[in-house]
């Protein structure tokens, strides 16, 4: 990642979570956070181009176990 693809005001977020029992919660049993909040800045990446990384990161986090945070900026997966 370059600060292009994150935007001027965008950030990364890697948090290590203590959850407890949370009904409709998945999350798996040494839970991470990882949340990137992006801004679509000029001379940054272009929307679209964002939303595509988006969903290929969410692709490789749930390839390697990780699940989707239900309020998210991903677009459907096609195909």
Known sequence: M???DI???GLIVV???RVGHVPM???PGDPVLFGMLRTASP???SVAEML???RALLDRAEEVGGVRYAVD????ATG
């Open 73 to 76: 900026s991903v677009p459907p």
């Open 43 to 45: 001379g940054c990446a």
């Open 7 to 9: 935007g001027l005001g």
């Open 25 to 27: 919660l998945a999350a």
């Open 2 to 4: 370059t600060a292009a």
């Open 15 to 17: 948090k290590a979570l």
């Open 52 to 54: 595509a990384a988006n």
